[in-house]
């Protein structure tokens, strides 16, 4: 019988195999196995992450360990484990023979400047009479994490002016006064005195630029006088515009009571936010969690990076990618040009491409030593001597900055554009360029006009791949311009407007610091989670635009290519 005309359940393995099939399965499964390995993590990141911003019930419970006497605790069950009774029995409690595990709790109980810690274990065993009480509230403090207790007294200027069951309303309508006048001295603060002092160093500057090149306009030096006065006195203005505001801001306190006793006296200048969380209904609850996702992406951190939000770190992290994307573009493509169309293709230019190549495998922490020794110690401190003599000793370009931290990035992410784009010019066919030449171009006018549009979309390939390596990094970054916490954002109103010298914030290395630096770590694991999610989105809305642009590119040049 002839082979051909088997059916597929009587072929020999060797048949099958050499068919091809089997690779074809086993591409298929390696893609399906990568498919869930990164929805898994996703899916992981996603709820770990977001579910810290849903508002949790607050138990009121007793706590009475074996051999201890009952003391009462409250707060959030945020996680549980199976624990042995071994390691409990390690750590001094008395545990029952032959219960060989226990359930433990994470609580966050808050209150951490009166009892120490936000967070505690608890056996969930020897709990008992468990409540959710309606009127327990809880406070997200400008400083020392939440407090979870009971409205006492709300009090103006020390005197009580509200208590009991009206304490709660009289004690919102001031926290939203003190928030409106928070938003005022933010301001103030922030903005108006900081274009002032800006303003005011500039003149400096140009005070002793004057001096060291031994000009002495007297005119110039009387007019720098005079706006120097003018600013000293709007300065004033808003200093004592700001006093005012911090006294109708300290104003109020409140007094509360936590589940063990204790007594918290506070100005309400101090809170941020106020709730009770036994009472919010789904509704509430919705409208509660997507206040607090605008307020982890909008606002500014507070509390070490552990509370508040990090649009400071997703500013910089933009900002940074696009100044790298503008400086790696035309650099790789103008390597690339040249290595493909120019350049002799002998032993020279093939040690190039192997170099670049090679390139791209370096460690990016190299890159951040080379960006250091080179960029910031070496250029930087030459463009300070030339430029900037007179902000000196203080160095302009001679220290870590948004500047140095984009070129060494773009430097780590050449090679992927060079290789990239290489291959775009590879493929535009030979008839094209021919017959670009025979209607009369010259090979420049060939280049310019037909061959580097249609190997566009290769070019953004090649950036989009820069975009996702360059979002990533933090290594490098650590050297050479990221830091901690930044005062303000590189792009502001103050001249020059986008300050490359300045220091600023980035995601991975937010997460960094957060997971890994942070004293409490309970507090931080959440927000490690969701920065990390919105690393992942911010490089995917920067890819998905990239792809938008090449994927316009392609179908523009379509026709060319057929």
């Known amino acids: 019988m002839n082979n051909s005309l088997q059916s597929p359940g009587k072929r020999s393995v060797g048949a099958w195999i050499n068919s091809g099939a089997p690779w ?71 545990v029952i023979n032959g219960q060989e595990l226990y359930t433990r709790d994470l609580l966050k109980q808050g209150n951490r400047d009166l009892s120490g810690a936000d967070f505690v274990w608890i056996v969930d065993e020897w709990l008992s009479n468990r409540q959710y009480p309606e009127d327990i509230m809880v406070l997200e403090r400008r400083e020392w994490g939440n407090f979870y207790g009971f409205l006492e007294s709300v009090q103006e200027d020390g005197v009580t002016v509200a208590s009991g069951e009206s304490a709660w309303t009289v004690f919102n309508k001031r926290l939203d006064r003190a928030l409106g006048i928070y938003q005022a001295i933010y301001q103030i603060e922030k903005h108006d005195i900081g274009s002032i002092n800006a303003a005011i160093e500039q003149l400096r500057l140009a ?75 789904l509704t509430d609850k919705i409208g509660f969690y997507f206040d607090k996702v605008g307020e982890f992406i909008l606002d500014d951190p507070r509390e070490a990076n552990t509370e508040g939000g990090v649009f400071p770190a997703i500013f910089g992290t933009v900002m940074m990618v696009i100044l790298m994307s503008i400086m790696v573009t035309p650099f790789g493509v103008i390597a690339a040009v040249y290595l493909r169309e120019y350049a002799s293709q002998g032993w020279m230019t093939r040690a190039i491409r192997v170099a670049v190549n090679n390139l791209a495998g370096v460690p990016s922490i190299v890159y951040g030593v080379f960006g250091l020794g080179f960029f910031i110690y070496f250029a930087g401190a030459e463009i300070d001597n030339l430029f900037f003599a007179e902000a000196l000793p203080s160095p302009t370009f001679g220290t870590p900055g948004l500047l140095w931290a984009s070129i060494t990035l773009a430097l780590l992410t050449l090679p992927v554009v060079i290789v990239a784009t290489e291959e775009g010019l590879s493929r535009i066919p030979r008839s094209v360029r021919e017959g670009s030449l025979a209607l009369g171009a010259t090979k420049a006018e060939t280049l310019w006009r037909v061959v580097l549009p249609m190997a566009s979309p290769a070019m953004m390939t090649g950036l989009i791949l820069a975009v996702a390596r360059a979002a990533g990094e933090v290594a490098p970054l650590m050297l050479v311009g990221v830091v901690k916490l930044a005062p303000s954002l590189p792009l502001d109103g103050n001249y020059p407007y986008l300050h490359l010298d300045q220091k600023f914030m980035h995601l991975g290395f937010h997460i960094f610091d957060v997971g890994f630096q942070s004293p409490n770590v309970e507090a931080a694991r959440p927000l490690v989670y969701a920065t990390a999610l919105l690393l992942v989105m911010v490089i995917a809305v920067l890819n998905l635009s990239a792809v938008a642009i090449r994927n316009r590119l392609r179908e523009k040049y379509k026709s060319l290519e057929d």
């Not at 005070?207 to 110039?220: F, N």
């Not at 003018?230 to 808003?238: D, G, H, K, R, T």
């Not at 300290?250 to 006296?265: C, H, I, K, M, P």
């Open 207 to 281: 005070e002793r630029r004057l001096e060291l090149s031994g000009d002495r306009d007297p005119v110039r030096q009387a007019e720098i006088q005079a706006e120097r006065k003018q600013l000293n006195q709007e300065y004033q203005q808003l200093e004592n515009q700001l006093g005012d505001l911090y006294r109708a801001f300290n104003r109020d306190s409140f007094v509360a009571r936590t589940v063990a006793g204790q007594t918290l006296e506070q100005p309400i200048s101090k809170v941020v936010r106020a709730y009770q969380p036994n009472t919010l209904s």
């Open 24 to 94: 074809v399965w086993l591409n298929a499964g390696a893609v399906a196995i990568s498919l869930v390995l990164v929805i898994g993590l996703l899916g992981l990141i996603a709820v770990r992450g977001l579910g810290h911003f849903w508002p949790g019930q607050i138990m009121v419970a007793d706590y009475q360990p074996p051999g201890q006497a009952v003391r009462m605790v409250a707060g959030e069950i945020t996680d549980s484990e199976e624990v042995p009774a071994a390691r409990l029995e390690s750590s001094g409690l008395e």
